[in-house]
């Protein structure tokens, strides 16, 4: 060889080997075993948005976007069902199709648990994650009791009840391996700050902070760890903890507490009065299962 050949030779060999190295990440990204990722839940499993319906823009369908530069390959498999509550979770059979997630299977002779166990325990070794959003609407309602408090201690003994009952089925089903992850809700009811009723209005938004607090969310604690699942805490991610001293200005709504800002910001409640997320609020309660998903805990 040459000395002209080593130096045309020496440049050559450097470009392939960056290339190569440069390449790598890609091939193993795309090299990665699919996965499933089974969904149960309410509207926010379903990815629900006024005006729209079920959408790709919910936490479900964000999150193995989140994860795939992580080196996790996930397929959606949603069982989710707009309207569930703890109750027909595990009790009511067939979901109506306009309820169901964007590319979900019907199952209208199983209990939405059923199915998702069933499908489970059928790919129990490709099944790498379950999330479960459930227990919203089994309190929506005590917004609009005179004695909310009391209304939310008695719908949470379902939630703790019924939730545990799911969790254990669902641990049954997949094994000791799939994560398991519960998620709590935005406080959006911090937003009837914003709507008419004055004094009352405001009342409810700070008393929703101690439903969340000391009622709802301990439950969901509860009743996730008897199937040895975790929960995300989006009520705190969202801003629901704040304190309520603390002003800015949100047009149009003028000076309004922190907390009260931040959930107008995610959700469609202070502009719309719908419980429900925007795409961004979403992306909040998707980011806290991705980390979640792939941290070593």
């Given at each position: 060889m040459?000395?002209?050949?080593?130096?045309?030779?020496?440049?050559?060999?450097?470009?392939?080997?960056?290339?190569?190295?440069?390449a790598a990440p890609a091939s193993n990204a795309a090299a990665a075993k699919q996965k499933y990722y089974v969904a149960l839940g309410d509207s926010y499993a379903v990815g629900y948005q006024p005006g729209k319906g079920s959408t790709r823009n919910g936490y479900v369908y964000q999150v193995p976007g989140l994860v795939k530069s992580r080196g996790y390959n996930l397929k959606i498999v949603n069982f989710g069902c707009g309207g569930a509550t703890t109750t027909s979770l595990i009790k009511q059979k067939g979901c109506?199709?306009?309820?169901?997630?964007?590319?979900?299977?019907?199952?209208?002779?199983?209990?939405?648990?059923?199915a998702a166990t069933k499908f489970i325990r059928a790919h129990r070794s490709e099944v790498a994650l379950i999330t479960v959003s459930i227990g919203g609407n089994d309190v929506t309602a005590c917004a609009r009791e005179a004695k909310a408090i009391p209304c939310v201690g008695r719908a949470t003994t379902g939630i703790k009840e019924?939730?545990?009952?799911?969790?254990?089925?669902?641990?049954?089903?997949?094994?000791?391996?799939?994560?398991?992850?519960?998620?709590?809700?935005?406080?959006?009811?911090?937003?009837?700050?914003?709507?008419?009723?004055?004094?009352?209005?405001?009342?409810?938004?700070?008393?929703?902070v101690i439903a969340f607090k000391s009622l709802i969310n301990p439950s969901l604690v509860t009743a996730y760890g008897k199937g040895k699942g975790s929960l995300v805490d989006v009520t705190t991610a969202t801003g629901g903890?704040?304190?309520?001293?603390?002003?800015?200005?949100?047009?149009?709504?003028?000076?309004?507490?922190?907390?009260?800002?931040?959930?107008?910001?995610?959700?469609?409640?202070?502009?719309?009065?719908?419980?429900?997320?925007?795409?961004?609020?979403?992306?909040?309660?998707?980011?806290?299962?991705?980390?979640?998903?792939?941290?070593?805990?």
């Open positions: 040459t000395n002209r050949s080593r130096r045309l030779t020496l440049p050559v060999l450097l470009v392939a080997l960056t290339a190569g190295l440069i109506n199709k306009d309820a169901l997630g964007p590319g979900a299977a019907p199952y209208p002779k199983q209990t939405q648990i059923a019924n939730v545990a009952a799911a969790a254990k089925a669902l641990r049954a089903a997949a094994g000791p391996k799939p994560k398991l992850i519960g998620t709590t809700y935005p406080d959006v009811v911090l937003g009837a700050w914003v709507h008419p009723g004055g004094a009352a209005a405001e009342s409810l938004a700070k008393l929703s903890y704040g304190s309520m001293s603390v002003f800015e200005t949100l047009a149009p709504y003028g000076s309004i507490p922190k907390p009260v800002a931040d959930v107008c910001r995610v959700s469609y409640y202070c502009e719309l009065g719908d419980i429900h997320l925007t795409t961004a609020g979403y992306r909040v309660v998707a980011q806290l299962v991705a980390d979640k998903f792939v941290s070593k805990k």
